[in-house]
């Protein structure tokens, strides 16, 4: 089935410093991924829509030059922590819906990065 | 705004027990819904896809329900193992195709 890998799976930065985490369709083309992230104790909430091409849809609430997001081309988008601080500590997700799934019916999960900023 | 829940937040069990997991949610015009596996420290992991027009899914010890009208779906998790011990999330398609995810339930399996 179709996959969708995120890099990296687990990551440790220090405070002041940028991450940087990929998510990758790997046997499928897709216009639009999506960007989670999961806080303590709750569950996973949208962040932004990335779209191939053009500049991410941000959620309300959520700083698009503190997370940036990069898709450029139909196979990779990447969240970049900028200027991380302990509070960005969490579980990001990613997934992607293919291209040539007309019916819309299917999206693909990554497996997550836990980022720890310390 | 869609909002899901689920409920028990957390549930200890012994092995081989059948149980049932329960999500809600308040807006009856989905896509879809999914059922998702996230264990510790790891990745989520999709367990189970119910189509707007289906009402049921079924993979192994496995059982998704789906009752749009209710705004609820159920997870059935039959002859529990330690293995199953998990956290269940749940999360709908509001045709946005993105998903709003409930806040999951904390599965013990005790052996």
């Known amino acids: 089935g179709a996959v969708v890998s995120q890099h990296p799976s687990r990551v440790i930065c220090k405070s002041g410093t940028s991450v940087k985490i990929e998510c990758r369709s790997l046997d499928f083309q897709a216009t639009t991924m999506f960007w989670y992230r999961q806080f303590p104790k709750k569950s996973l909430m949208l962040m932004a829509t990335s779209n191939e091409g053009s500049k991410a849809t941000y959620e309300q609430g959520v700083e698009k030059d503190k997370f940036l997001i990069n898709h450029a081309s139909l196979t990779l988008s990447t969240l970049t922590v900028t200027s991380a601080h302990p509070e960005d500590s969490s579980f990001y997700i990613c997934?992607?819906?293919?291209?040539?799934?007309?019916?819309?019916?299917?999206?693909?999960f990554g497996e997550g990065s836990w980022l720890t900023v310390v | 705004k869609q909002e899901v829940t689920q409920i028990p937040a957390a549930l200890s069990v012994p092995e081989g027990e059948n149980l049932v997991l329960n999500c809600s949610f308040t807006d009856s015009a989905i896509y879809n819904l999914q059922w998702f596996r996230q264990d510790p420290g790891k990745g989520l992991t999709s367990l189970l896809l119910i189509q707007s027009s289906q009402r049921e899914q079924t993979s192994g010890r496995l059982n998704a329900s789906l009752d749009k009208s209710s705004g609820r779906s159920t997870l059935y998790i039959a002859a529990s193992q330690p293995g199953d011990s998990a956290t269940y999330l749940c999360a709908v398609d509001n045709y946005g195709q993105n998903f709003v995810f409930g806040p999951g339930t904390r599965l013990s399996v005790l052996p």
């Open positions: 997934s992607a819906i293919p291209i040539m799934d007309r019916s819309g019916n299917t999206i693909y």
